[in-house]
T-cell receptor
Framework: EPEVTQTPSHQVTQMGQEVILRCVPI?????FYWYRQILGQKVEFLVS????????KSEIFDDQFSVERPDGSNFTLKIRSTKLEDSAMYFC????????????FGDGTRLSIL | DAKTTQPNSMESNEEEPVHLPCNHS???????IHWYRQLPSQGPEYVIH???SNVNNRMASLAIAEDRKSSTLILHRATLRDAAVYYC??????????FGTGTSLTVIP
């Protein structure tokens, strides 16, 4: 069964540095998402991406964050000038091209900011 | 907000059925009800979704109330591998899902 893959599984970064989290969505999916989960807390929506542009974003997704689909397979989340509170699990997801369709999640990248 | 209400935790004996309830009184007419689960150290996993009629798949069944203000996820025979946090989810807007705190299911051998 096709799956969403995320790399790296664990990223350790110094505060203030930039980090890029990578995702390979399921190949025939057209909607892509990033969520985060701070340890012990809820899964929180960050952003959705469709047709090479952001379709929705939450209040969390401020100017520090950006997303990109640099080629036909990868979907990336860039966090500039990382802060301690950016430490979390970051999950990528993808879904087919219709609303209300299931989102398929990767196993996440654990981001640790030191 | 399309919020849902679930019990914080439930227990079940292994190989017995489990009924996980969810209230969603503010659901809009066209929104599907989605259920996901999250095993420890893993990403959320799709379980099932439905609109009005009851739904079955290889993982579970979804029973939706006639007024759509509540639903129940049914695991027919709980196994130890079913121990997870189960989320009942509605769309907020577009394709944005809101995850609540979910129900932590403990399966007792």
């Amino acid at each position: 069964e096709p799956e969403v893959t995320q790399t790296p599984s664990h990223q350790v970064t110094q505060m203030g540095q930039e980090v890029i989290l990578r995702c390979v969505p399921i190949s025939n999916h057209l909607y892509f998402y990033w969520y985060r989960q701070i340890l012990g807390q809820k899964v929180e929506f960050l952003v959705s991406f469709y047709n090479n542009e952001i379709s929705e974003k939450s209040e969390i997704f401020d100017d520090q964050f950006s997303v990109e689909r640099p080629d036909g397979s990868n979907f990336t989340l860039k966090i500039r000038s990382t802060k301690l509170e950016d430490s979390a699990m970051y999950f990528c997801a993808s879904s087919e091209d219709r609303a209300n369709q299931p989102q398929h999640f990767g196993d996440g990248t654990r981001l640790s900011i030191l | 907000d399309a919020k849902t209400t679930q019990p914080n935790s439930m227990e079940s004996n292994e190989e017995e059925p489990v009924h996980l309830p969810c209230n969603h009184s503010t659901i809009s007419g066209t929104d599907y009800i989605h259920w996901y689960r999250q095993l420890p150290s893993q990403g959320p996993e799709y379980v099932i979704h439905g609109l009005t009629s009851n739904v079955n798949n290889r993982m579970a069944s979804l029973a939706i109330a006639e007024d759509r203000k509540s639903s129940t996820l049914i695991l027919h025979r709980a196994t130890l591998r079913d121990a997870a946090v189960y989320y009942c989810i509605l769309r907020v807007t577009g394709n944005q899902f809101y995850f609540g705190t979910g129900t932590s299911l403990t399966v007792i051998p």
